[in-house]
């Protein structure tokens, strides 16, 4: 309750005193990382799962299809951990030149492909398991509901959002 109407009394203010373009820029900076700050666990903790599999007795015994499926997971989880905390390095290594524009727009990007190539991983190891499991038809069932999930709730809600957005001129856009 209090945080809306925090909320309220901020967007209040906004509509009164629009945000100088320097504290935008350092708010979305913030924002980007502090965002990828909750996604960069989950990835790790994956990619620790994904890299201790590989050492364990029964995956000498795996087949060929589920090494290919652990394979899979692992670089699209390398990807993941490339593009999540490839936003965290740059900001170091350009704090203080005047680049946050560029840090924001390239950082989201990379967000976004982290996030995908994470959406990736996740899909393949919950086919890997429903495949040692239960077998290769529940596979397909269990890989294609979850990229169902993902699909939706990372991308298509957003995209509804954004599109619904457009359409009510009631609220002002918020960067």
Avoid at 94 to 116: D, Q, T, V
């Amino acid at each position: 309750m209090e945080s809306d109407d925090f909320a309220a009394r901020q967007h209040r203010r906004s509509l009164r005193e629009p945000e100088p373009h320097y504290a935008r820029l350092s708010r979305n900076v913030t924002d980007l990382l502090g965002e990828l700050r909750v996604a960069q666990p989950t990835v790790q903790i994956l990619f620790g799962f994904l890299l201790a599999v590989a050492f364990t007795e029964r995956f000498g015994q795996a087949s060929t299809f589920e090494r290919v499926l652990h394979l899979i997971a692992v670089i699209l989880t390398a990807v993941s951990t490339a593009c999540l905390v490839g936003p965290v390095v740059w900001h170091r290594m350009l704090f203080g030149r005047g680049l946050r524009p560029e840090l924001i727009s390239a950082g989201n990007k990379a967000a976004l492909a982290g996030a995908a190539a994470l959406f990736g991983a996740i899909a393949v190891v919950i086919a890997l398991i429903v495949k040692v499991t239960f077998g290769p038809i529940a596979t397909g069932v269990a890989f294609a509901g979850v990229c169902l999930l993902f699909v939706t709730l990372w991308f298509v809600v957003p995209i509804r959002m954004r599109r619904g957005s457009r359409k009510s001129k009631d609220a002002p856009p918020i960067s």
